[in-house]
């Protein structure tokens, strides 16, 4: 099992806000980013650090962080957010790297 | 801007060395705050880091592939290269090469490789 743990599925109704959730020890150290990936393509990172995001990123995208839990919060969701999201950080150790078992959203 | 390339065999025999290159354009993978690194995709399932190399040439591995592992770089060619030993069906995934930025307290992955699948089967 990874030591970053995330819901394996999530819904939402188009227009809505939802909240994707990463929980681990680690996380109270180390930042996470997340990655959204679709059908036969690669992940795309949508948000790193604090709470930032790449260019091309709709602002729809953000990210928080508390304790051992951190969130992707995607506000008004589209029909286009249907995807896989990952998250990922470091281990407790720091060393190596960890991914979330991931999260599969539907958008009703 | 910085794009990843990978290239290798679709398709090891069991027991054998599976190999893969990683062409990097756009950028220097001796140069900056990055490290270069390997993610694998079973069919399904989650993504998996492999391991990664530094701008300094030093590496670091998942521990639970470490002992078959094996991540190097060649600079003339801005390549780096993934070997992992003794396959065997469980090692059938998609394998992707990333760019990864770090400091003391954060890692992200940007850009992503498109992608290869590799088959372990006889």
């Known amino acids: 099992s990874s030591e970053l743990t995330q819901d394996p599925a999530v819904s939402v109704a188009l227009g809505q806000t939802v909240r994707i959730t990463c929980q681990g020890d680690s996380l109270r150290s180390y930042y996470v980013s997340w990655y959204q990936q679709k059908p036969g393509q690669a992940p795309v990172l949508v948000i790193y650090?604090?709470?930032n995001r790449p260019s091309g990123i709709p602002d729809r995208f953000s990210g928080s962080s508390s304790g051992n839990t951190a969130s992707l919060t995607i506000t008004g969701a589209q029909a286009e957010d249907e995807s896989d999201y990952y998250c990922k950080s470091r281990d407790r150790s720091g060393n190596h790297l960890v991914f979330g078992g991931g999260t599969k959203l539907t958008v009703l | 801007q910085v794009q990843l390339q990978e290239s290798g065999p679709g398709l090891v025999k069991p027991s054998q060395t599976l190999s893969l290159t990683c062409t990097v354009s756009g950028g220097s993978i001796s140069s900056g705050s990055y490290h270069w690194s390997w993610v694998r995709q079973p069919a399904g399932k989650g993504l998996e880091w492999i391991g990664r190399m530094y701008s300094s040439g030093s590496t670091n591995y998942n521990p639970s592939l470490k002992s078959r592992v094996t991540i190097s770089g060649d600079t003339s060619k801005n390549q780096f290269s993934l070997k992992v030993s003794s396959v065997t069906a469980a090692d059938t995934a998609v394998y992707y090469c990333?760019?990864?930025?770090?400091?003391?307290?954060?890692?992200?992955?940007?850009?992503w490789g498109q992608g290869t699948l590799v088959t372990v089967s006889s």
């Open positions: 650090g604090k709470n």
């Open positions: 990333v760019r990864g930025y770090y400091d003391d307290i954060d890692d992200w992955f940007d850009p």
